[in-house]
């Protein structure tokens, strides 16, 4: 039942780690929902390349045509199919949003995963994705994107923060803490 899932927010400006967070959520049983899955589905959909302009572009669209939580709209079946009862949802980017999900999963809490501005641009650089900059000018730009559609409120209000300044092992361990606390909480 969609009630009973324990539903786990994930926010974080582009390459502060997220997929690290999912990555270890994931060893701990949790299923996942992408909030950027949406809008990549929608740049294929529109046969446009997932480019970082392109995808800022669509993200942009969709919640000028659905309204600022029309992204998590969108992945509350994805969540409520998913057969585990622990699932982390990456890519939170509103308080809108946050709403949302409040409004169908009373077991939800917010996590948030910060690195410093130059540390996240070195590691977009090196993933290559293909909606990540290339320069510090485009990934300037995507930030503040970001923060234009409420980022940096979700960063602010989150419950639990996990830096992310370390090595990998660290940064591991912090995230596990976080996990334990959120399930304690909710008593899973």
Same mark, same amino acid.
């Given at each position: 039942m969609a009630e009973l899932k324990l539903v786990l927010g994930l926010a974080g400006m582009p390459g502060s780690g997220k997929s690290l967070v999912v990555k270890v959520a994931r060893e701990n049983g949790y299923a996942t929902?992408?909030?950027?899955?949406v809008v990549r589905q929608e740049a294929e959909r529109q046969s446009l390349k997932p480019t970082p302009e392109n995808?800022?572009?669509?993200?942009?669209?969709?919640?000028?045509?659905? @309204?600022?939580?029309?992204?998590?709209?969108?992945?509350?079946?994805?969540?409520?199919?998913t057969k585990e009862n622990k699932v982390i949802v990456d890519g939170i980017r509103?308080?809108?949003?946050?709403?949302?999900?409040?409004?169908?999963?009373?077991?939800?809490?917010?996590?948030?995963?910060c690195s410093s501005p130059e540390t996240r641009f070195h590691r977009l650089y090196r993933r290559g994705r293909s909606d990540d900059a290339e320069c510090w000018e485009t990934f300037h730009k995507r930030d503040t994107r970001e923060?234009?559609?409420?980022? @940096?409120?979700?960063?602010a209000m989150a419950e639990y923060?996990?830096?992310?300044?370390?090595?990998s092992e660290v940064v591991?361990?912090?995230?596990?803490?976080?996990?334990?606390?959120?399930?304690?909480?909710?008593?899973?």
């Amino acid at each position: 039942m969609a009630e009973l899932k324990l539903v786990l927010g994930l926010a974080g400006m582009p390459g502060s780690g997220k997929s690290l967070v999912v990555k270890v959520a994931r060893e701990n049983g949790y299923a996942t929902v992408v909030m950027g899955d949406v809008v990549r589905q929608e740049a294929e959909r529109q046969s446009l390349k997932p480019t970082p302009e392109n995808i800022g572009r669509i993200m942009l669209e969709l919640r000028e045509k659905g @309204g600022k939580a029309t992204i998590a709209e969108k992945c509350i079946s994805k969540i409520e199919s998913t057969k585990e009862n622990k699932v982390i949802v990456d890519g939170i980017r509103s308080l809108d949003e946050v709403e949302e999900f409040k409004k169908h999963f009373a077991r939800f809490s917010l996590v948030t995963i910060c690195s410093s501005p130059e540390t996240r641009f070195h590691r977009l650089y090196r993933r290559g994705r293909s909606d990540d900059a290339e320069c510090w000018e485009t990934f300037h730009k995507r930030d503040t994107r970001e923060l234009g559609v409420g980022l @940096g409120n979700v960063i602010a209000m989150a419950e639990y923060t996990i830096v992310n300044d370390e090595v990998s092992e660290v940064v591991k361990r912090r995230i596990h803490n976080v996990l334990r606390r959120v399930e304690k909480k909710w008593g899973k």
